[in-house]
Every structure is written in structure tokens, then in C-alpha cells.
């Protein structure tokens, strides 16, 4: 299983960016996957998740602003992060749990910056 995590970037505050998950060497309809981020000095947090049928959960400090989605056909789980703040920033991951293991992708860094 391996994921891929790509879009992240420097962006101003206010501004938007939209993170990507491509999911290979497994059955994508059938995972949950995450979205988690950690900041220097911090730890490791959930930001957002989607099942396998496309049900979405979200943490406290993003919700209404971001909007995570997935794309069957790409194999494809998407991050739409919106009115982004300095807070955002982070290395963001995303993860998923098969054949009795967690994966994770290598990381894709957001920086919210003026």
C-alpha cells in the first residue's frame, strides 16, 4: 500500500489550497482515509476523515472550512483547505488502515504566511 500526498505550498492568509492522497496497491473502495497534520513542536492531530462510503468527520478547528472528498475513479482523496490562518500550518499527512496495518503517506508541508 502507498500513499501519496502532494499540493501543499506557501499561501497567504485567507487563501485556499487543496491537498492530494493518490492510494495505490489497494482496493480504494474500500478504506477509510485521513487526514492528520503536525506542527514543530506539536503533536500529530486528526484533521479530517472519509470512509469507504463517503462519510466525513472533521476536527473542532477545521470544520467549515475544510472539505475533505475522494475521487474513486483516480484513487484519488482530496484536502480543500479554506480560509486558510498562520494556524494551518503544518506537515500534512494523510493515512489509512489495511490487511491490519496503518499507512501513511510521506507528508506534504503547508505554510500560511504573509
Known amino acids: 500500500v502507498q500513499l501519496q500526498a502532494s499540493g501543499g505550498g506557501l499561501v497567504q492568509p485567507g487563501g485556499s489550497l487543496r491537498l492530494s492522497c493518490a492510494a495505490s496497491?489497494?482496493?480504494?473502495?474500500?478504506?477509510?482515509v485521513g487526514w492528520y497534520r503536525q506542527a514543530p513542536g506539536l503533536q500529530r492531530e486528526l484533521v479530517a476523515t472519509?470512509?469507504?462510503?463517503?462519510?466525513?468527520n472533521y476536527s473542532d478547528s477545521v470544520k467549515g472550512r475544510f472539505t475533505i472528498s475522494r475521487d474513486y475513479a483516480r484513487r484519488t482523496t482530496y484536502l480543500q483547505m479554506n480560509s486558510l490562518h498562520p494556524d494551518d500550518t503544518a506537515l500534512y499527512y494523510c493515512?489509512?488502515?489495511?490487511?491490519?496495518?496503518?499507512?501513511w503517506g510521506q507528508g506534504t508541508q503547508v505554510t500560511v504566511s504573509s
Open positions: 493515512n489509512t488502515h489495511a490487511r491490519g496495518r496503518t499507512f
Open positions: 496497491g489497494v482496493n480504494f473502495r474500500l478504506i477509510d
Open positions: 472519509i470512509t469507504s462510503g463517503g462519510s466525513t
